[in-house]
């Protein structure tokens, strides 16, 4: 395996870790700024922070080492694919009476940071080298 694939693999662990983590805050926190349903839209807001963050990072993983137009289309697609998720998700829960959309962007924009500290940080980290030294 290569630096390449161990680094987009370890912005994915750290990343799952970081939500874990943001999910285990957001339960206490949603429970006492507005009980059951502060707790539920908390959580729902990690979820799509989850959705947002993971999932360029799985398609990074998968196609890394594929042809450079065919990971164009893994990332392009995968972007795609959260932001119809993400949307219909919006519509969806603008209509729920009682949804406190006050947790629910809270934790989702600071999950969405989250994931990106967490890409910027492993990335900037990295020890990838720039020119590929294997003849051809």
Known sequence: MNEESLTYRRALRVTAI????????????????????????????????????????????????????????????SWLAKMLIIVIALIVLQGIDGFHKVLFAAFCVGGVLATLVVDFWVIRSARIPYVDGRSK
């Open 18 to 77: 970081v939500i874990a983590a943001l999910a285990v805050i957001a339960a206490p926190v949603g429970l006492l700024v507005a009980g059951g349903a502060g707790l539920v839209a908390a959580e729902i807001g990690v979820l799509v922070a989850a959705l947002a963050g993971l999932t360029t990072q799985i398609a990074m993983v998968i196609a890394h080492d594929k042809p450079a137009h065919v990971m164009a289309g893994y990332v392009g697609g």
